[in-house]
């Protein structure tokens, strides 16, 4: 038992397990549409094209959030038109995207002689999250989760019937990009946790190991965010207990739950006959 | 209420047919040539009629553009006496069943539900009197069993008479079918002919594009024939079966264009 509860003795402990669970939980529940919408080659693209904003926060002596919040929306908003154009395959656009904006990130970090820093932006550093970046990671949480119940019944029926939703007058396309913008604010907040890198993990796979589990819309929201949550904590003790990179043992964990839930998923598909 | 897309609730003008083109032409992005080339044609409210011909004429196209889903190039395309896409609550549209992401976790009752949506619109949440409008309307596909079903648990013809059941729940005026006897089974057949039917008599229209080509004369008061994006004649073309070249066939095979009175 003290095994687990000796580390959250520390106050640095206890910030970090708080900024992981609302992270996790704001990551998985908006994970789940994109999951089901296929987005989450847009996640992984959203996360790294913020580097260049936060390099240029760190240079301008702002605040970290700052750059990121602006960057990623930009990038949401960029992904929006470019995939309304339909001039050039949405897939291939948010690859010129992402990977020229990872690479000017890098290239600015070149200039600079200390790594230490940019080494916490690309793999996270969730021990060293101060008292105003978790009033941030928290309003973000507020942010997304209120929108997705504020606006749940749109964003499930433009995820599975754009056309009725279309014909009744709601735009398809516009709830997509209030959906990308959720994703940008989510992927800022997660970056603290496991950096730049890392942060696509959080929001794929807890909602494609609850996936697994359940078909219907609300149970799989919760059954992520039990899923982040767990691994959060978990990966928060090995980190501590074996003194490893704390994003990397939260992503493991999650992807241990994953293989379990589809091992889970594979045994109840071999007892239930199928009807 | 905070309704979809700014629009209101406007009220159908009186005497106004429930669907009239006037020389409508549509185009795809990007496509060069015209899917509709200038289409007329008038659905008086109540009557059910049949877009029939072959793939690529433009059936689907027409009716996509009634439903406000494809803005049209040129022409007047209205309905009940307001420009299309005006009324969202008004028009029910059944997409064809590859439209729809079947694998999505939602129940039947729920997607019947969204049929209530665009009386609902923003920030209201579906209340007692929307799910039970759903339920009576899922129970009169016959569905009620598998109300609490994933969707893409369901049979073809038991997810067409899901799309069927939305529209009901929706309480549309004019219902736009998109091949709704698609690959479906007797049964869901029967129960789309006897709906329509019924719908009939309570003053609904219904276009439907169609294949089934078979009992065409004594379900429908229209057969509408679309060749190349153009109507043709229907009840010279459609029950006799025999096709008009569209390019040499006599303009008089299109439909009267007659006047309306506001």
């Keep these: ?35 089901l919408r296929r987005m989450a080659f847009i996640g992984d693209a959203l996360s790294h094209t913020i580097l260049p904003g936060l390099v240029i926060a760190y240079f301008q002596q702002a605040n970290l959030f700052v750059g990121a919040i602006g960057a990623g929306v930009l990038t ?47 793999f996270g550093y969730i021990l060293g999250v101060t008292s105003d970046q978790l009033v941030i ?63 696509s993990a959080l929001l794929v796979v807890p909602a494609a190991a609850a996936s697994m589990l359940t078909n219907r819309l609300p149970r799989m929201m919760v059954l992520a965010s039990g899923v982040s949550v767990f691994s959060t904590i978990a990966g928060l003790l090995l980190s501590y207990h074996f003194d490893v990179s704390s994003g990397a043992a939260i992503v493991l964990t999650c992807i241990a739950c994953f293989l379990a839930a589809w091992a889970v998923a594979a045994m109840q598909r071999r007892l239930k006959p199928v009807h | 209420m905070l309704s979809y897309g700014g629009r209101r609730c406007i009220t159908a003008i009186p005497s106004a047919p429930a669907l ?9 992005d990007g496509a060069d040539q015209l899917a509709l080339d200038c289409v007329s044609l008038i659905v008086q409210p109540g009557q059910r009629v049949a877009l029939v011909g072959p793939n690529g ?37 059944l997409a064809q069943r590859g439209e729809i992401d079947w694998r999505f976790p939602v129940t039947l009752r729920k997607l019947v539900l969204t049929g209530r949506y665009a009386h609902l619109g923003w920030l209201r949440r579906p209340r007692p009197d929307d799910w039970a409008a759903a339920d009576a309307a899922i129970a009169r596909m016959g569905l009620s069993d598998l109300a609490e079903r994933q969707i893409g648990e369901l049979s073809g013809g038991q997810q067409q008479r899901a799309l069927l059941a939305r529209a009901l729940a929706q ?8 091949e709704p006897l698609n690959a479906v089974d007797a049964a869901t057949r029967d129960i789309v002919a006897h709906t329509l039917h019924d719908l009939q008599s309570l003053g609904k ?34 029950v006799g079966g025999d096709m008009e070249d569209p390019c040499t066939a006599p303009t008089s095979y299109r439909m009267p264009v007659t006047t309306i009175h506001p």
């Design chain 1, 76 to 122: 949401a908003l960029g992904i929006g038109w470019l995939s309304r154009r339909r001039e050039i395959r949405e897939d291939t656009a948010i690859g010129i995207l992402f990977t020229g904006m990872f690479a000017l990130g890098i290239l600015m970090i070149s200039t600079v002689r200390s790594f230490k820093d940019f080494t916490h932006m690309l």
């Design chain 2, 20 to 28: 009239e083109a006037r020389c409508v032409s549509a185009r795809y």
């Design chain 2, 171 to 178: 309480d549309a005026d004019l219902l736009l079918l998109d």
């Design chain 1, 137 to 199: 990671i928290a309003v973000i949480a507020a942010i997304v989760i209120g929108a997705l119940l504020i606006l749940h019944k749109e964003l499930e029926l433009t995820s599975f019937d754009p056309t009725h939703a279309q014909v009744i007058g709601l735009s398809a396309d516009r709830m997509r990009l209030v959906l990308l913008v959720l994703m940008a604010l989510a992927v800022v907040s997660a970056i603290q946790a496991v950096g730049v890198v890392l942060t």
């Design chain 2, 57 to 93: 004429a433009g059936k689907s196209t027409l009716l996509k553009a009634a439903a406000g889903l494809l803005k049209i190039v040129s022409g007047m395309l209205s309905v009940y006496g307001n420009a299309a896409a005006a009324s969202d609550h008004r028009v029910a549209y």
């Design chain 1, 1 to 35: 038992m003290s095994w687990l509860i000796d580390p959250f003795r520390y106050s640095f402990m206890q910030t970090a397990a708080l900024a992981g669970v609302l992270v996790g939980v704001t990551c998985a529940t908006l994970g789940v549409y994109v999951v």
């Design chain 2, 205 to 238: 229209t219904a276009v439907i594009a169609t294949h089934d080509v078979d009992h065409l004369a004594h379900e429908y008061d229209h057969v509408l024939h679309l060749v190349d994006g153009r109507v043709l004649d229907g009840r010279q073309g459609a």
